[in-house]
């Protein structure tokens, strides 16, 4: 599966949309981009993943860029809740056992401020 | 909603003591996954297993063992428990027809080994 590149931090004001970039350069063709997040003391949650086209729903949107390099993850309005660190994935939706086996990487930590 | 459960959230053991953490998934899921989390270390995955009797180890199988003997049920075993194996432990799973990156975890429980 690519690698992919995150800032290790970011800080956003609530209310604001949160726009956190995800650098997958050797991405391949059948790989999908997965993005998830983790609340302090909590399992990681899935928050949305995408292909090519753009996706959007009820938590986020995920943008990603024509030569599928790189996705932005937007949280249209921040609240406090959404303090936690956010993990960008690629995987490849292969069949047969590479189902579900994914690697985290260090995430991004955002931060919310009142 | 679906739901992934550890039976311990916290456990603290000693030095060579057997260890055994049990997850317990309502989902109907073919995969079952156990990571660990350490700090600046992010999430590693132990092993996985996607069917009954099935397992395949992760990228840290060394010290652990696992145990699949009905579907909804997928066991983390530690033979010898060591100080190095003080870590959150998370189970997660994923059904095979679904969303390959598509994960539910649970809660996470807490090692500590003395």
């Known amino acids: 599966d690519a690698k992919t590149t995150q800032p290790t931090s970011m800080d956003c004001a609530e209310g604001r949309a949160a726009n956190l970039p995800c650098n997958h350069s050797t991405i391949s063709g059948n790989e999908y981009v997965y993005w998830y997040r983790q609340i302090h003391s909590q399992g990681p949650q899935y928050i949305i993943h995408?292909?090519?086209n753009n996706e959007t729903n009820e938590m986020a949107s995920l943008i990603i860029t024509e030569d599928r390099k790189s996705s932005t993850l937007i949280l249209p309005h921040a609240t406090l809740r959404d303090t936690a660190v956010y993990y960008c994935?690629?995987?490849?939706?292969?069949?047969?056992?590479?189902?579900?086996?994914?690697?985290f990487g260090q995430g991004t930590i955002l931060t919310v401020h009142p | 909603d679906v739901k992934v459960t550890q039976s311990s959230r916290y456990l603290v053991k000693r030095t060579g003591e057997k260890v055994f953490l049990e997850c317990v998934q309502d989902m109907d899921h073919e995969n079952m996954f156990w990571y660990r989390q350490d700090p600046g270390l992010g999430l590693r995955l132990i092993y996985f297993s996607y069917d009954v009797k099935m397992k395949e180890k992760g990228d840290i199988p060394e010290g652990y063992s696992v145990s699949r003997e009905k579907k909804e049920r997928f066991s983390l075993i530690l033979e010898s428990a060591s100080t190095n194996q003080t870590s959150m432990y998370l189970c997660?799973?994923?059904?095979?027809?679904?969303?390959?990156?598509?994960?539910?975890f649970g809660e996470g429980s807490r090692l500590t080994v003395l």
């Open positions: 995408g292909l090519k």
């Open positions: 994935i690629v995987v490849a939706n292969a069949g047969g056992t590479s189902y579900g086996k994914l690697t």
């Open positions: 997660a799973g994923s059904g095979r027809r679904a969303n390959t990156g598509e994960l539910f």
